[in-house]
């Protein structure tokens, strides 16, 4: 046993608070706040530079590094004897502090999530079972052994029925202990630590939940839903001599793009080979003949979507879609529920730490404090931060923005000793197209012309490039103000002094 206790707690803070969130706007912070620390009254100096920004409901909110701004977490170690003396630095064994995310459950309370990693795959939010979960060290190395029953499968699942979360690490960020001479000068011992509000850390798996027969209700064309047979416009016509943008094949065209978009009805996978394997055991009549559903689909897809006339010119459009049983529908909505679940994985439904805007947190510390005897060190927590949120990317702190130079493009001089520090390597199609006719091009009309085998490789000055396009915003600025009457907000210009040469 140690032979006192220990309590962490915020420094120059009442007695059981959690760690004081400073808010620092130097380049160098961290030791800006190591220099103010180690001088006299310089732990009140520090605490003046508290985090104190709130949201329009009062939160307390923490900004990115984008912002220019760093928030750092201080705490105070001491013993809990008379006189409450720091504690001696080489009795910590390690320190960091954690930041969990609260949610609510049924009734209002709240309910706090770790960050989590099993083995090397990220699980992301985990919310804590019970209080006492909370408490345990985050690295399970330092946790105290459970009671074993002899056997690793039985070990597991006693683990789980009693809520603890197996082989789950949670994600730390490392408190360090001040200097010696800022110890001395503060009688404290006092520890500091980068708080992390940004992470391109995300879970291995997709988030999102499993969609069901109930949520295609409304959603699927009504082609695909029981019932019928239905017309199908423009019968017996060539599919390359119908019009995409023809009103009467409007609704055809909606049913297109939701297979070969929505539902990658005509692509690689597994799912999509099924569907388009359920497609095709319907089938259309036609003068020449029936043709497999899936098969037809699929080549009025190319024709009419991606205006490929390749392989098309006998394609006729069916006189109507065939009646469908409600077996055939739910077979139908189950392949495309396969599809569905398969797109969004696709598309990276994985998790990011901090992705959700608006989300609520809390910081956390603990020092793990060595023994006398030979012991395993003890994990001590301090108590929760005030709840944070975290300003998105494009909020404003009232920072000074960041100045970027243009060159003055109207000096014949610096147009003369401008030099292109860029190139693109150019396929012969593109740069055929790039030498047509700019009207065609635009009314897309454009022409890749004849291939003669040549690539090319075209350079550019990114000053120039940088300058095209500030003046590309800017006239798109004056066209959306119309709309959204924003130029008093987004752009604002005042004169300063310039230099004389």
């Known amino acids: 046993m140690v032979t006192h206790d220990v309590t962490i707690q915020g420094a120059g803070a009442a007695p059981a608070t959690g760690p004081v969130i400073l808010e620092r706007t130097e380049q160098d912070f961290l030791p800006a706040v190591l220099d103010r620390l180690s001088r006299e009254q310089g732990l009140s100096d520090v605490m003046k530079s508290a985090a104190n920004h709130r949201d329009a409901n009062g939160v307390l909110k923490l900004f990115q590094p984008i912002h220019r701004t760093f928030h750092i977490a201080l705490l105070d170690a001491s013993c809990l004897s008379f006189g409450r003396p720091r504690l001696d630095p080489a009795k910590i064994a390690g320190a960091g502090l954690v930041v969990r995310r609260i949610s609510t459950n049924g009734t209002g309370g709240e309910v706090r999530e770790a960050w989590m990693q099993e083995d090397r795959l990220f699980r992301g939010w985990v919310p804590f079972p019970n209080a006492e979960q909370e408490s345990r060290d985050p690295d399970p190395a330092f946790r ?38 800022i110890c001395r000068a503060t009688g404290r011992t006092l520890l500091y630590g980068v708080i992390p509000v940004t992470s391109s850390e995300m879970t291995e798996s997709p988030t999102f939940p499993a969609f069901t027969e109930k949520d295609l209700e409304g959603h699927l064309h009504r082609y695909l839903t029981a019932g019928g047979p239905r017309p199908l416009p423009f019968a017996g016509s060539a599919l390359t001599t119908l019009n995409p943008d023809a009103p009467a094949l409007a609704d055809f065209m909606v049913l297109l793009k939701q297979l070969a978009i929505e539902f990658d009805a005509f692509g690689e996978t597994v799912s999509a080979q099924a569907l388009f394997a359920g497609l095709n055991s319907l089938a259309f009549t036609r003068e020449q003949g ?36 409600e077996a055939q529908a739910s077979m139908l909505a189950k392949l495309v529920l396969g599809t569905m679940q398969t797109r969004l994985s696709q598309l990276g439904g994985g998790q990011g730490r901090f992705g959700e805007e608006g989300r609520r947190y809390r910081v956390r510390a603990f020092v793990r404090v060595k023994h006398d005897d030979r012991c395993p060190p003890e994990t001590v927590w301090s108590d929760y931060s005030e709840p944070f949120t975290i300003a998105p990317w494009y909020d404003n702190n009232g920072a000074p923005p960041v100045q970027i130079s243009l060159p003055d493009v109207t000096d014949k001089g610096f147009l003369k000793r401008l030099k292109p520090n860029v190139a693109f390597a150019l396929p012969e199609g593109l740069f055929n197209l790039l030498q047509g006719d700019a009207k065609q091009l635009s009314e897309g009309k454009g022409s890749t012309g004849p291939k003669l085998g040549i690539q090319w490789l075209c350079s550019f000055s990114i000053p120039l490039i940088t300058i095209c396009a500030f003046i590309v915003l800017n006239i798109f600025l004056q066209l959306f103000n119309l709309i959204f009457q924003w130029l008093l907000y987004i752009k604002i210009c005042i004169p300063i002094p310039g230099r004389k040469s």
């Open 290 to 325: 029936t043709i497999k559903a899936g098969d037809f689909l699929k080549a009025a897809s190319a024709v009419l979507l991606e205006r490929d006339l390749s392989g098309a010119a006998s394609q006729t459009m069916p006189g109507e879609w065939p009646k469908m049983s």
């Open 144 to 181: 105290r052994p459970e009671l074993s029953a002899g056997h690793v499968e039985i070990n597991r699942l006693l683990a789980m029925q009693a809520g603890h979360a197996v082989n789950l690490r949670e994600q730390q960020a490392p408190l360090f202990v001040a200097p010696p001479d």
